[in-house]
Structures are given as structure tokens and as C-alpha cells.
């Protein structure tokens, strides 16, 4: 059974920093690029970032770039987001969610660890 | 960028009726290898999303078959052919077509008349 479980959401101040961590088991972690995607407090879901299997692409939405990096220890079966500079609209449950192969979309999600930036 | 509109951004229905939720993209989704990516995900209240549909119009495992979805080129729908209680919640339309700028719809909030 696929499963990815975050961690790492917690209250920070504005321009703080933050690093979270999504376990994932069930599949064969280094076959699959992964995601990150947000949803902000009673709003809609907002894709943030990608990384490939073998960890060497990346790519951010322009709302995150330059502040987010997006990682994977394959040794650990674990996907990262580290984050600086955090603003207010940061704020939201942040999911990581698995790519399935050859569909342009994610078939499984993780339940969400929530970050709230304030001053 | 490319944008996804979703309408109706509200959808009350009443138990046992067909629902209907129209999502459309700024460009086509068919990508180059003649495939389109488009996907339906299903956010019930407090969980995660949970995806119904990929690449249009397949299921996916365990999806109810009163869920089915059509379209093609930048038009796309999800049905509901008789809607249940377990409905409930907010549904989003997602291209994976231009890979890898992901985008979601506005979300659609379905609730019981």
C-alpha cells in the first residue's frame, strides 16, 4: 500500500525558514518524480514544485522560485522542501503527491502538514 | 501559464440527481504523444484530494462508475450520474499536459439541496 506521510509544518515568523519532509513507502521511491502542492487556508490547490526520480530536474512555480528547494534522498525514501524567506501567504497545508507514470498527474497524496507564517 | 476555468464554482444538488462540472483550459491539453492529461481530483471536508480521473476519462481504482468524464482539446466535463451523500465536497480539474507548470481549476464546491 502506497503511502506518503509529511512532516515538518509548524508556526514561523515572516522570512524564516523551514524544512519539510514527506515519507513515502509502498512503491519504488526512485522510479517516480514527486510533487509538492499547497492549499492555502479555504482556498483551492496550488501546484508549488517538482523533482524527477533520479533527483537532477527540479522546477518551482514563480511564486516559490529563488525561495524553495525541492530535494530527495532516495537512500531514505524521502522527499524535501526546504523554505526561506517565508511570507504570510505561505501559509497552508502543504501535500506531497506522487507522479503516476505516463498520466501527467498524481494518484496519491499525502494527508498534509500545515505551515503558518505570521509576524 | 495555462488556466483552468471550472464552472459552476457552486453546485447544490439534490440526492439521486445527475451533477455535471465543466472545467476549460486557455490551450489545448493534447500533448505531443496524442494523449491528453487531464485529471479530476475529489477533496471531501478535512482530506486530502483524491484522484477520480486521469488522461480525461480513465477511473481509477475504486471510483464509483457513477463518476465519468469526457472532453477533448480544451473542453472538458465530470458527471455525477446520481449524486450520494459521500459526494460532498470540492472538486478540481488539473492539466499535467504542459508538464512541468501543473495547474489546478478554482475548485468546484458540491453540496447537498
Known amino acids: 500500500e502506497v503511502q506518503l506521510l509529511e512532516s515538518g509544518g509548524d508556526l514561523v515568523q515572516t522570512g524564516g525558514s523551514l524544512r519539510l519532509s514527506c515519507a513515502a513507502s509502498g512503491f519504488t521511491f526512485n522510479n517516480y518524480a514527486m510533487n509538492w502542492v499547497r492549499q492555502a487556508p479555504g482556498k483551492g490547490l496550488e501546484w508549488v514544485s517538482v523533482?524527477?526520480?533520479?533527483?537532477?530536474?527540479?522546477y518551482y512555480a514563480d511564486s516559490v522560485k529563488g525561495r524553495f528547494t525541492i530535494s530527495r534522498d532516495n537512500s531514505k525514501n524521502t522527499l524535501y522542501l526546504q523554505m526561506k524567506s517565508l511570507r504570510a501567504e505561505d501559509t497552508a497545508i502543504y501535500y506531497c503527491?506522487?507522479?503516476?507514470?505516463?498520466?501527467?498527474?498524481?494518484?496519491?497524496w499525502g494527508q498534509g502538514t500545515l505551515v503558518t507564517v505570521s509576524s | 501559464d495555462v488556466v483552468m476555468t471550472q464552472s459552476p464554482l457552486s453546485l447544490p444538488v439534490t440526492l439521486g440527481q445527475p451533477a455535471s462540472i465543466s472545467c476549460r483550459s486557455s490551450?489545448?491539453?493534447?500533448?505531443?504523444?496524442?494523449?491528453?492529461?487531464l485529471s479530476w481530483f475529489q477533496q471531501r471536508p478535512g482530506q486530502s484530494p483524491r484522484r477520480l480521473i486521469y488522461k480525461v476519462s480513465n477511473r481509477d481504482s475504486g471510483v464509483p462508475d457513477r463518476f465519468s468524464g469526457s472532453g477533448s482539446g480544451t473542453d472538458f466535463t465530470l458527471k455525477i450520474s446520481r449524486v450520494e451523500a459521500d459526494d460532498v465536497g470540492v472538486y478540481y480539474c488539473?492539466?499535467?499536459?504542459?508538464?512541468?507548470?501543473?495547474?489546478f481549476g478554482q475548485g468546484t464546491k458540491l453540496e447537498i439541496k
Open positions: 490551450q489545448s491539453l493534447v500533448y505531443r504523444d496524442g494523449d491528453t492529461h
Open positions: 503527491a506522487k507522479e503516476s507514470s505516463g498520466s501527467g498527474s498524481f494518484d496519491y
Open positions: 488539473m492539466q499535467g499536459t504542459h508538464w512541468p507548470q501543473y495547474t
Open positions: 523533482i524527477n526520480g533520479g533527483g537532477g530536474y527540479t
